[in-house]
């Protein structure tokens, strides 16, 4: 199988730019994707922002079933992380978040308040988990420009609403990845580069993940009966099912991946947790 790497040159200038950015920050706001949570921590962001106060909003949350959710929300808390659900589209869930953070900066706000001074948020995450939304949301304006893909904001930009700045900041991957595993839970999630992800291989292996975790949301979206089969059988049962045929009558793999990844990403094979 082949090796997921991402660590572009313009992440490490990224990185520098966060970095140079913490000493003016008040609090952080992580956002990660409820649908792989952990896997989307990327320690070496975390160690810029040590003793800053750090609020990790689970977003995306509408593609997770409720029970889930409930679980990766207990899990963050037993780590002793501040965690809440978000659906960054949602204004009322995006400005929850944010008023979390500004309770943990709770004498901050108030001492900034009488000077007139905003407090400084940075927005941070690995690409594609829904910064950039996040921050419209909450500015009520298309102030940062999003995208269905990995690595859409290349620099950092400050957004300011009423009695905060916002630090948009480029979605940034650690150097490398704990486990290969860890790595395709992410470039199913849509945070890695597709251009660099073998996207038939990458369907494969989601089949096989589903299978597991939700055989009967994957029969029931694409008609067919996964139980007792290979992830190859179940990859081309897939490929009759939808007409993904080359002409010939071979299997189009790449239409299908294309297909099944997308209709993953987009929740359209159910609402589904990773972890
Ligand atoms: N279903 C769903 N989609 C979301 C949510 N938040 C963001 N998205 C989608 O996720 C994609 C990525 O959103 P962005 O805001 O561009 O993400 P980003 O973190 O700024 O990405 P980078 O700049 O690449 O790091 C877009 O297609 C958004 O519409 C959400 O709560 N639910
Ligand atoms: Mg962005």
């Known amino acids: 199988m082949k090796n ?3 660590f572009p040159g313009h992440m490490t200038k990224s990185m520098r730019q966060i970095s140079e950015s913490a000493k003016l920050i008040d609090g952080v706001i992580c956002v990660v994707d409820a649908r792989a949570p952990f896997s989307c921590i990327n320690k070496k962001l975390g160690e810029i922002f040590l003793n800053k106060p ?5 977003n995306k ?3 997770v079933e409720r029970a889930d959710l409930n679980k990766m929300l207990f899990k963050f808390k ?3 992380f501040i965690a809440t659900p978000v659906i960054a589209t949602d204004k009322k869930s995006t400005l929850n978040c944010l008023n979390i953070l500004k309770g943990e900066l709770k004498e901050k706000v108030e001492r900034n308040a009488l000077k007139g001074k905003p407090i400084r948020v940075s927005v941070i995450g690995i690409p594609n988990t829904g910064k950039g939304t996040f921050i419209n949301s909450l500015c009520g304006q298309k102030k940062a420009i999003t995208g269905d893909k990995a690595g859409v904001t290349r620099s950092t930009q400050w957004v300011k609403i009423n009695g905060v700045e916002l630090l948009d900041t480029p979605g940034t991957m650690p150097p490398s990845f704990d486990s290969q595993e860890l790595a395709r839970k992410l470039a199913y999630i849509g945070s890695i580069n597709d ?3 073998d996207k038939e291989e990458i369907c494969l292996e989601l089949i096989k993940e589903l299978m597991q975790i939700c055989p009967e949301k994957l029969n029931e979206k694409y008609k067919i009966q996964c139980q ?4 190859l059988a179940v990859y081309e049962e897939i490929c009759k099912k939808r007409g993904f045929l080359l002409r010939g009558g071979d299997y189009d793999y790449t239409r299908c991946a294309n297909a099944v990844i997308d209709d993953f990403r987009k929740g359209r094979i159910g609402k589904i947790c990773l972890e």
């Open 78 to 80: 037993e780590q002793g």
């Open 61 to 63: 949350s509408d593609l």
């Open 228 to 231: 007792d089969k290979e992830g």
């Open 4 to 6: 997921i790497q991402w």
């Open 54 to 58: 750090i609020i990790f909003a689970l």
């Open 195 to 197: 251009d660099i992800l």
